[in-house]
């Protein structure tokens, strides 16, 4: 996928966000929430499509320079905080990660991760009702 807002539509696909990246943010209404002042939220969706797997698990993730095979046995959306990635999927795609950029992966899913620089990400795993 080149564009790095795109949300799936299929719970398999993966797909690379950018937070500094203008588009797809959406206004998040904050109507009668607001008790001062005028907070302007706003969300970047980055899956919305259903999830494969049963779990749920939030953490920070380091690793330096490196190569490795990584199967997701769950859904997996990080944000790379440091350093920078490139991940080739087991369909073919590949992507380099830098920071500021989340990647959303479907369980299920196998790539060859390396670790060009000393990288720390925020990382959700999220899961269904298999």
Known sequence: M???TIVPNNKNDTVLSDINEPSGW???PMTND??????????????SAGVT????????????????????NHDESFVLLEGKLSMKMNDGSAFEVLPSQA???AG???????????SRKFTVVTGGDK
């Open 108 to 118: 299920g899913s196998k790539a060859v991760c390396t670790v060009l620089e000393p």
């Open 34 to 47: 607001v008790i001062s002042g005028e907070p302007d939220c706003k969300f970047k969706l980055i899956r």
């Open 26 to 28: 959406a206004e998040y």
């Open 103 to 105: 990647l959303s992966v």
């Open 2 to 4: 080149s564009d790095t």
């Open 53 to 72: 797997t049963k779990e749920i698990k939030v953490c920070f993730f380091s690793a330096e320079p490196s190569v490795f095979e990584w199967y997701f």
